[in-house]
């Protein structure tokens, strides 16, 4: 089965750096992806890891550890519009099917 | 490019009633999947498809739910008799790869159905 962690919610203030933890326990894996999905929306791709490291892309970088089961998604120069919550989903050996984390909704204020 | 679709948006019915929802996948995708969202569980995987076949159904919660894909551009959700418990965001989404390789999959809007 797959067990999947991350914080219920977070704060952080305009044009600072948050970083969002995600941990995993999984029968398989194949890869991880990071999701951001608004109030009332569908979510929207963010990243994929599969390697160990740093990807990073533009204000948004996220980071895998296999060995430790652990992810983490970093937001830089925080704006009002990266309130939202963001989903950590792991793949499974096949890398077709995804289980999600239960999200973290992130609240920026000014 | 239109994304994927999903109708109705928002549906409203009553314990005991039968709920249609309807997906249309992005035109070449290959792979559909049903997830539902709720505060309690999450988003969930129900079912998915390759090339209309069901491939995995292990996450539909019982035998109230069945889906189908008739053809490559269409694929139903159905929930006989729904309960108040079955009260979620029912998301459809679909991708060319199945996921392999870091290909993302496409979300529609979902559908909100509240049972009373």
């Known amino acids: 089965g797959q067990n999947i962690d991350q914080p219920t919610e977070m704060t952080a203030t305009e044009g600072a750096i948050v970083q969002i933890n995600c941990t995993y326990q999984t029968s398989g894996f194949n890869g991880l992806f990071w999701y951001q999905q608004h109030a009332g929306e569908a979510p929207t791709f963010l990243s994929y890891n599969v390697l160990d490291g740093l990807e990073e892309k533009g204000r948004f970088s996220s980071f895998l550890s296999r060995s430790k089961g652990y992810s983490y998604l970093l937001l830089k120069e925080l704006q009002m519009k990266d309130s939202a919550s963001y989903l950590c989903a792991v793949t499974n050996n096949a890398g077709n099917m995804l289980t999600f984390g239960g999200g973290t909704r992130l609240m920026v204020k000014p | 490019d239109a994304g994927v679709i999903q109708s109705p948006r928002h549906e409203v019915t009553e314990m005991g009633q039968e709920v249609t929802l309807r997906c249309k996948p992005i035109?070449?995708?290959?792979?559909l999947f049903w997830y539902r969202q709720t505060m309690m569980r999450g988003l969930e995987l129900l079912i998915y498809?390759?090339?209309?076949?069901?491939?995995?159904d292990s996450g539909m919660p019982e035998d109230r739910f069945s889906a189908k894909m008739p053809n490559a551009s269409f694929s139903t959700l159905k929930i006989q008799p729904s309960e108040p418990r079955d009260s979620a965001v029912y998301f459809c989404?679909?991708?060319?790869?199945?996921?392999?390789?870091?290909?993302?999959?496409?979300f529609g809007p979902g559908t909100r159905l509240l049972v009373l």
């Open positions: 989404a679909s991708s060319l790869l199945g996921g392999r390789g870091g290909e993302t999959q496409y």
């Open positions: 035109s070449g995708h290959d792979y």
């Open positions: 498809f390759n090339n209309n076949v069901p491939i995995d």
